[in-house]
């Protein structure tokens, strides 16, 4: 059972393998142990991951999981920061984090790293895993300004992960 310290929002996401067991999820909090906006990393068990503190999120938006692709192990966590621009983090599942050298239990390895240059996304993305080709494909949406209507407008953004292992 999670013992949660803080107020979390409705913001979560899920990592499992591909037999369907789960490996990690988040939980984004708007305030966690004096800290705000920010998304918390937990292991299969519901203990908090290692370096999982200071992963930059909007409560609001959601966030997901997803292998990254030619990598068994590792997992990519997508947030919206407050600052309406897309980050990842990494999370390898073959570090002891809070396991053992036998049974591993991850760790974040790199955090609030930027997406793309692209501004304004939207609260909600999605993201399609290709297993055949090994590819991720990231949908999102991305807010403009509409000048000539007068009104504020979306569209839609891809991106992908793919693997460079051949």
């Excluded at 310290?5 to 490996?23: F, I, R, T, Y």
């Amino acid at each position: 059972m999670l013992n949660f310290q803080g107020k979390a929002s409705a913001n979560s996401s899920l990592a499992e393998d591909s037999a369907g067991q789960v490996q990690a999820f988040s939980v984004g909090a708007e305030e966690y142990r004096g800290t705000s906006n920010v998304t918390l990393v937990y292991d299969r068990d519901v203990n908090l991951m290692p370096n999982s503190d200071g992963i930059l999120s909007d409560p609001k938006a959601k966030s997901i999981m997803v292998k990254q692709p030619g990598e068994a192990s590792v997992y990519l966590l997508l947030t919206r920061g407050l600052d309406q621009r897309l980050y990842y983090h990494t999370i390898n599942m073959n570090l002891v984090g809070n396991g053992t050298i036998l049974q591993p239990k991850g760790e974040v390895t790199f955090k609030n790293q930027l997406f793309d240059n692209g501004t304004n996304y939207g609260r909600h993305f999605a993201a399609v895993e290709g297993y055949v080709n090994g590819k991720v494909f990231v949908y999102t949406t991305q807010y403009t300004d509409a000048v000539t209507l007068g009104v504020t407008g979306s569209r839609r953004r891809g991106a992908n992960f793919c693997s460079t292992k051949s």
